[in-house]
């Protein structure tokens, strides 16, 4: 039998297939209570595999439109039954004429079962017999790709390209694989060597990936610029090419790239927030505020855009923006929650801001939110006891929201009063056990009160659960290193910490604290400097600035640290005197 190719796979005579066209309306009518025919008429090799295929082409459509619309448990089960019978049609298509499409075919409805082992099975048993198909060889990466099983995806398609050196569609799943790991430097690797006219828009994009991973920015915004010469509604090209743009801080470049992406067809929302973003880091809202007009006037899309706004400290842009919903028949509560954070924020009006928290329903999702700032808004106005109700009605509302907890305890302790605001976290921490916000919050008012141990207690169940909480882990560090104790787990400890926030000056005192207690001078030096630069005005740090320079020797140095230690209002002041004219 010939090999099967586009539309007429089997080129059968027209009379067969007329013929088996009929048998099916046969089997169409019996399905409809007909009466079945008492005997079977006998096909040949051919006409069944041809009758086989049509059946199968047949299931292939029910599954389509199975597989389309809501996902109920019937469609489910009545799409798992279809699958099933197409597969024994297909084996026996199969059987007949094993064609690399048919593979496919098969692989597709394991695939999308989420049969994931017999796809793969499906696909090795194909390569046995076209071991040179791109098709197949990048979907048995696929499989890899789903199981996390990089290495094994990887080796499929190098050993591919190996016997196929100039398939780029096999190059360039390989580089996405690579790109995806981060592996920028192997993806450039097997791009680079592509000559420039072979190379297809999504080469020139891929090569622009790995060359920007590098930090090789001019490379890849050259790439970027052929990808688009190549293909012009290249949209990802065009939005890389413009974040490139902005990295660089070459911001009317990237705004002209985000304008001409407007013009694209269904472009979206995202690339007009972005266009909006950048017209706010040039200063020009009323630029951002009529894109965002002639934007989508979808809800999501408003709010998103007002936030844009407020965090850019425009306000009275936000606010003509979020008025647009005042034109609504139904204002959804949200509106009234960013018109509080601008009346508070930007106009310096507590009391407006708590008149439009006051219409958020109870049923509203923001509910939880409007009731923490009304009690922060209280608080400010030092109207203690209408903001203790409005936190009591939270916790009783939101039990396991631990930002009640902690509201109440800031409030108790503001009024002097430790005993209630320990009380309220304890409170908390038995709704919602072993919370870091709350664990954290009770070691420090412990370590306030003078009991270590008990902070260390606090902080040491806090790692054991979060292990990268880094504050909690630079606490028990520092505590350890301040009292000379356990140095090497407080090393450990404060070096995860610094790994996790390398830009934190508290973390870089305890750093070099430790590196001190060590007997680490140079090394605690070079940390501590670098601790002072960032937190410039904790009288702590420039102490420790003080001992280690004078543990050095540097004499000079280290009155300077002490000195700015006094100044800035340490409490151990009369101690670090005393230091002073030791020097």
Avoid at 47 to 56: F, I, K, S
Avoid at 108 to 132: F, G, H, M, N, V
Avoid at 456 to 482: C, R, T, W
Wanted: glycine content about 6%; hydrophobic content about 40%.
């Amino acid at each position: 039998m010939k090999q099967l190719t586009g539309s007429s796979r089997y080129p059968l005579k027209v009379i067969v297939v007329t013929g088996l066209l009929a048998l099916l309306m046969l089997q169409g009518c019996a399905g409809k209570k007909a009466v079945q025919p008492g005997f079977q008429l006998p096909l040949s090799t051919e006409a069944q595999l041809t009758y086989d295929y049509l059946v199968y082409m047949d299931y292939r459509t029910r599954l389509g439109q199975a597989m389309s619309g809501m996902k109920t448990p019937q469609k489910i089960n009545e799409v798992a039954k279809l699958q099933k019978e197409a597969l024994t049609v297909l084996n026996r298509i199969i059987a007949a004429e094993p064609q690399e499409q048919l593979y496919l075919d098969k692989f597709a409805l394991y695939w999308t079962s989420q049969q994931i082992d017999e796809a793969r099975a499906t696909l090795k048993e194909a390569l046995a017999k076209y071991p040179d198909s791109t098709d197949l060889n990048i979907s048995l990466a696929n499989t890899y790709l789903v199981d996390n099983r990089m290495a094994d995806a990887e080796g499929v398609l190098k050993e591919f390209l190996i016997k196929n050196p100039d398939d780029l569609v096999a190059t360039g799943h390989l580089a996405r694989i690579y790109l995806e790991q981060k592996k920028f430097a192997q993806a450039l690797d097997i791009l680079k060597v592509i000559p420039q006219k072979k190379r297809t828009a999504q080469i020139h994009y891929l090569h622009a990936k790995a060359s920007a991973g590098l930090g090789l920015t001019r490379q890849a915004i050259r790439s970027l610029q052929k990808a688009v010469e190549e293909k012009p509604d290249f949209l990802e090209a065009w939005g890389e090419m413009a974040y490139l743009y902005e990295l660089g801080k070459d911001y009317d470049s990237a705004e002209k790239i985000y304008t001409k992406m407007l013009e694209f067809p269904d472009v979206s929302n995202h690339i007009r927030l972005r266009l909006m973003e950048l017209c706010l880091k040039l200063n020009a809202p009323e630029r951002a505020l009529k894109l965002a007009i002639e934007g989508p006037r979808s809800k999501a899309f408003l709010l998103e855009a007002a936030q844009q706004f407020i965090s850019g400290k425009f306000y009275g842009q936000a606010s003509i923006l979020l008025d647009l919903f005042a034109q609504q028949k139904t204002v959804p509560d949200s509106y009234y929650f960013f018109k509080a954070s601008i009346a508070y924020e930007g106009e310096d009006d507590p009391a407006k801001a708590l008149d439009y928290l006051n219409k958020i329903s109870p049923q509203s999702e923001h509910y939880d939110r409007s009731l923490q700032f009304r009690a922060h808004l209280l608080m400010d106005l030092k109207r203690n006891k209408e903001a203790l109700e409005v936190i009591l009605t939270g916790e009783q509302k939101f039990p396991e929201d631990v930002n009640f907890y902690l509201l109440e305890s800031g409030l108790h302790s503001e009024a002097g009063d430790t005993k209630t605001a320990k009380n309220a976290l304890l409170r908390g921490n038995k709704n919602v056990p072993n919370h870091p916000q709350l664990l954290f919050q009770l070691g420090v008012m412990e370590e306030q009160e003078g009991n270590l141990n008990q902070t260390l207690k606090y902080m040491e169940q806090i790692i054991s659960s979060y292990p990268d909480h880094a504050d909690a882990l630079n606490f028990v560090g520092y505590i350890l290193a301040d009292r000379n104790e356990q140095l090497d787990r407080a090393m450990v400890l404060i070096s995860r910490a610094n790994r996790l926030e390398p830009d934190n000056g508290y973390i870089l005192d305890s750093l070099a604290w430790v590196n001190y207690r060590l007997g680490n001078f140079e090394e605690a030096w070079k940390i501590i400097k670098r601790a002072v630069s960032l937190r410039g005005k904790q009288p702590e740090l420039w102490e420790h600035y003080g001992d280690i320079a004078a543990a050095l020797g540097k004499k000079k140095s280290a009155a300077k640290g002490y000195r700015k230690a006094i100044k800035l209002g340490s409490e151990n002041s009369e101690k670090i005197n005393g230091k002073l004219k030791e020097l």
